[in-house]
């Protein structure tokens, strides 16, 4: 039994917005920003679909003027090119995973603490968005080396007896990713923790919910339209990762970003590259439907009804 | 059993007493009313009793048993918040049942007994609403059917009613009443309002800095208030200080702000000189017109024979307050107030030159310190 059927995390995202489409007025407001995704998207991104259609040539990027569907089957037959694809969600599922649910920890803990502790945690997340996206990436090399921090101190205190190999390789990426997209879904689970009101909580406990139990039954369903967002924006971000690949990852580590890179620009083979885009962007689209779905049936009703 | 027993109970937040050195005892089945201030600590006392709040020293009893150190969960009390604290992505059935299902009650079972207490407080057929399509009063009612379906040994009330108006107020306070008779289970009730409080209470106790100032029965504390805050806050009523001129025996004589004496009981070791100030209740005066053009003029004192007090002054303005009528009277340039009631025929405008008079028993006499003079 839930609430009411029509509050779905989706309503609840659009709700501020309700009232304000349909107007002409607001319509005419908006027109810049029309103009502006026209121009620099919309347009664009036919161009490349166009591109996509078009047949391979040996010395210019693609050929003009001609149509084939041939890019296509190549992306979709390509052993190779499917195990690329592959390796990009997995990624995505993986650094999503992680990092929405550091984020819902760190983000409670914010939210709890006062004063100074409360500032420097804010701070803390704040801090790296201030550092290019290749210095903070790469910085995770010397840390996790072979001879870096990270196994200096295992090694010293003997946890472990070899250096392992943390970079390069996918636990290097992984570890990475979650670092670049981390504050992005810490601030957007926090901006919506801080309007739950901390009675509710006090309300469950009360009642003889324990503390794991009041933040499953009463936080999470509150928290779930920032989740949600946390959770496309790593996703999207993550599955499209660039830096943490390819300076962080082995030679397996192979997403389709680095893919689509070396079409374009090493191989001159736009119709692959952008075949490849197109297929990606439609399976993203279908994935962030069904994390919209799916995250949409627990915002309401997680702590499985009465 | 469930009294409660707080013993030399204190807490600070940082550099903030919010309570300090407060000791209680609450008798099973009764329904205790703390009265105060905002910021008076009264609420934090409550959510040391719930587990809410860990007191910074001191000791809390429920029952036999030292609770002092159990986590809210584990504690046999339940709350009514404020603002209600209903969860809003539960269903009203949900959210009586939420205690229910904790206890790990089954389905079922839950269910019934919801239903039960949602019946109980009139809000039958609101079982699968939103909390948040409700009013204040439903929510009200949802919030205290949540609380008791778990059948509290204490039943933890927090200015429940504040956010309703007058009327519903009322309404709440009578039936909170019968549910406390029905249910005979301790009630503690946080309040800032005074009518509330002597509407529920069978004790009362009066609250102000953190301190427990006094408790007793609402009769009691009001005839007898401990000090001159107890005095101000449980009613209105107006204060003259004065310094005593002379004692005459169990009497002695205050020369007011008024520039006139009047006539108030003294304890033995008062002395000439001493800074007293007496309250005046509304309540205990009566007003007349003076028609004798003779006494137009004085301000006198005016002390009769059997013990009756009393001043005359002209009426500044008279404002009606529905059941009553309240005559403000300039007395050499300080006001007193003065209710009458409205099926009073008297007459009484502004201008018109009055007469206060008064018991000169019923006067309630504070030293500077706020405490009471009494023998």
Redo the contacts between chains.
């Keep these: ?1 839930s ?2 059927p029509r ?1 779905t995390v989706l309503d609840r995202l659009w709700s501020p917005f309700e009232g304000q489409s349909g107007s002409r007025r607001s319509l005419l407001l908006m027109s810049p920003l029309i103009l502006f995704e026209l121009l620099v998207f919309v347009v664009p991104f036919l161009l490349l679909v166009r591109i996509s259609f078009s047949e391979q040539s040996q010395g210019l990027p693609y050929a003009e003027g001609t149509f084939t569907i041939a890019s296509y089957v190549q992306v979709l037959q390509s052993e190779l090119l499917q195990g690329i694809i592959a390796y990009s969600f997995k990624l995505g599922i993986i650094a999503t995973l992680l990092t929405v649910v550091l984020a819902v920890f760190y983000a409670y803990a914010t939210w709890r603490a006062s004063g100074v502790q409360k500032s420097a945690l804010l701070f803390s997340v704040v801090l790296p968005l201030l550092t290019t996206l290749v210095i903070k990436t790469y910085v995770w090399v010397p840390l996790l080396a072979p001879n870096g921090t990270a196994n200096s101190l295992l090694l010293a205190v003997s946890l472990v007896q070899a250096p392992l190999q943390m970079v390069p390789n996918t636990f290097g990426v992984v570890i990475g990713q979650v670092y670049i997209v981390f504050p992005y879904a810490m601030l957007a689970i926090y901006s919506v923790l801080t309007t739950v ?1 901390w ?2 909580v ?9 503390r794991t ?2 933040f499953f ?2 936080v999470l ?2 928290i779930m339209p920032g989740i949600t967002v946390a959770t496309v924006i790593s996703f999207a971000w993550s599955v499209g990762a660039y830096s943490a690949p390819a300076l962080l990852g082995a030679g397996s580590d192979r997403p389709f970003a680095l893919e689509v890179q070396e079409q374009m620009l090493v191989n001159f083979n736009w119709p692959i590259a952008t075949a490849l885009s197109t297929v990606m962007l439609v399976l993203m689209f279908v994935s962030i439907l069904v994390i919209y779905a799916v995250l949409g049936r627990f ?5 499985n ?2 | 059993m469930s009294e409660i027993e707080l013993q030399n109970l204190s807490k600070s937040f940082g550099d903030i007493d919010a309570v300090t050195d407060v000791s209680l005892s609450v008798r099973d089945g009764e329904l205790l009313c703390l009265l105060g201030p905002s910021g008076c600590g009264k609420s934090t006392t409550m959510r040391m009793i ?3 709040e860990t007191p910074s020293s001191g000791t809390v009893y429920i029952g036999e048993a030292d609770v002092t150190d159990q ?3 584990d504690r046999d ?3 009514v ?1 404020q ?1 209600w ?7 009203v ?2 959210n009586v ?3 229910l ?3 790990g009650m089954g ?1 079922q079972q ?2 019934d007994r ?1 239903s039960e207490m949602l019946e109980r407080v009139h809000m039958d057929g609101y079982e ?1 609403h ?1 909390p948040t399509d409700l009013s204040g009063g439903q929510k009200q009612r949802v919030a205290l059917a ?2 008791l379906a ?1 059948d509290p040994d204490v039943l933890l009330l927090d200015e429940p009613l504040s956010n309703l108006d007058k009327r519903l107020r009322e309404e709440m306070e009578i039936e909170l009443k019968d549910i406390h008779e029905e249910f005979q289970k301790t009630f503690v009730h946080v309040t800032h309002n005074q009518d509330e409080a002597f509407t529920l209470a069978d004790r009362i106790g009066i609250m102000n800095e953190g301190r427990l100032v006094q408790v007793g029965e609402p009769n009691e504390v009001y005839r007898d208030p401990k000090n001159k805050f107890v005095e101000e806050f449980l009613g209105d009523t107006n204060f003259v200080s004065g310094t005593v001129s002379d004692i005459d025996g169990q009497y002695g004589y205050l020369m007011t702000e008024f520039d006139s004496e009047i006539r108030v009981p003294v304890a033995s070791e008062t002395q000439p000189e001493t800074s007293l100030t007496v309250s005046l209740r509304p309540e205990f005066m009566q007003i007349a017109p003076i028609t004798d053009s003779s006494n137009r003029a004085s301000h006198q004192t005016r002390a009769d024979g059997n013990g009756g007090g009393g001043v005359s002054g002209t009426v500044e303005s008279t404002i009606y307050r529905g059941s009553s009528i309240r005559h403000v009277v300039d007395i050499g340039g300080e006001q007193l107030f003065v209710e009458q009631g409205v099926t009073d025929q008297t007459a009484i405008d502004e201008g018109d030159t009055v007469e206060l008079r008064w018991d000169v028993d019923d006067i309630l006499v504070f030293r500077p310190d706020g405490t009471r003079v009494r023998d």
């Design positions: 039994m609430v009411d509050t009101e009675e509710l006090e309300a469950a406990r009360d009642l003889g919910a324990s139990r009041s039954a009463v369903p509150e915002g309401g009703d997680v702590a009804a009465t | 719930s587990g809410l986590p809210a969960y009390t339940s709350m918040f603002n604290a209903l969860f809003p992505y539960k269903t059935l949900e049942a939420f205690g299902k904790m206890r389905k839950r269910r919801a699968s939103s949540r609380s778990v």
